[in-house]
């Protein structure tokens, strides 16, 4: 059981986990933040990642609006659930901005990637 700042408390399964989120500015400062193991808990992730390990980082350079765009389409992707309602979404309309697959998703999201550099989103 993890608490989630203010969403409250969650179990969370044993899998992989896809989170979008955005950094307007200094991405590589806000990136390093998140793998710090030290760190005052801001944001959804940071209460999430206290217990994960990150295998991965996918970043692109985009305006904020691609973010919720990103999302929508991670959760088209086959067997994609939303663990959380809410979570890293408290700024826009979307579901949630955090996935789960029973399967390590990273071959999908790379596939992902490729399009959104088509402006298949």
Not at 24 to 29: A, I, S, T, V
Not at 114 to 119: A, D, I, R
Request: hydrophobic share 35%; net charge positive.
């Amino acid at each position: 059981m993890i608490k989630v700042g203010s969403l409250g408390i969650y179990n969370f399964a044993a899998g992989f986990y896809v989170y979008i989120g955005s950094a307007q500015d200094n991405l590589e400062r806000r990136i390093e933040r998140h793998l710090r193991k030290e760190k005052k808990f801001h944001w959804h992730i940071d209460y999430l990642l206290a217990y994960g390990k990150v295998i991965c980082v996918h970043t692109y350079a985009l305006e904020k609006n691609w973010e919720c765009r990103l999302s929508r389409r991670i959760s088209t992707i086959k067997n994609a659930t939303t663990p959380v309602k809410g979570f890293g979404s408290s700024d826009c309309n979307c579901l949630s901005h955090l996935y789960f697959f029973q399967n390590n998703p990273e071959v999908k999201m790379s596939t992902l990637y490729s399009e959104q550099n088509s402006s298949y989103l």
